[in-house]
């Protein structure tokens, strides 16, 4: 499957497109599939003041 994937802080020129594989899960975990999100301007401008989704998260997935 495709994903955005965030390796370092930065603007939007950090973000990577790549290919990546399905994620494993355990007997005790689900797997659940998102296709919308959105993030606001407070996260973005508090981005690497504040722990942030974006500074959480390292992939995005493309549906």
Do not use: F
């Amino acid at each position: 499957m495709k994903a955005v994937v965030i390796t370092t802080a930065g603007g939007p020129e950090v973000l990577q497109l790549q290919q990546v594989n399905h994620p494993e899960i355990k007997d005790d975990e689900i797997l659940i599939k998102v296709e919308a999100t959105a993030l606001n301007r407070a996260p973005i401008l508090s981005k690497g003041t504040v722990p942030t989704l974006l500074q959480r998260v390292q992939v995005l997935i493309l549906v």
